[in-house]
Nanobody, 121 residues
């Protein structure tokens, strides 16, 4: 059983910070790209940031300069440090990763269950 488990969401005031974590577990041989997406009520799921296995990063324009994605390959974990949070950052945040399972010859794409982030005073 391979899964992605997010943690770190919650309620924060505007201008505050949160750090999300997503750990991959199970019989994983290798992890390629990892990413964070978010989905606000009534809206589509959008990419927030992604990071390659080599550490190259990409960000949505709306979060550049405020959010930082990072990963710890030894822990099979990706992080999203969110600073200067705004009410419009309120959404369910989903972890996404391309994982190579032990015994399989190709990468598959996996999603986490999501974690709620609410920015409100």
């Amino acid at each position: 059983q391979v899964q992605l488990v997010e943690s770190g969401g919650g309620l924060v005031q505007p201008g505050g910070s949160l750090r999300l974590s997503c750990a991959a577990s199970g019989s994983i041989f290798s992890i390629n790209a990892m990413a964070w997406y978010r989905q606000a009520p009534g809206k589509q799921r959008d990419l927030v940031a992604d990071i390659t296995s080599g550490g190259s990063t990409n960000y949505a324009d709306s979060v550049k300069g405020r959010f930082t994605i990072s990963r710890d390959n030894a822990k099979k974990t990706v992080y999203l440090q969110m600073n200067s949070l705004k009410p419009e950052d309120t959404a369910v945040y989903y972890c996404n990763a391309d994982l190579l399972r032990v015994g399989l010859g190709f990468f598959r794409n996996y999603w986490g269950q999501g974690t709620q982030v609410t920015v409100s005073s």
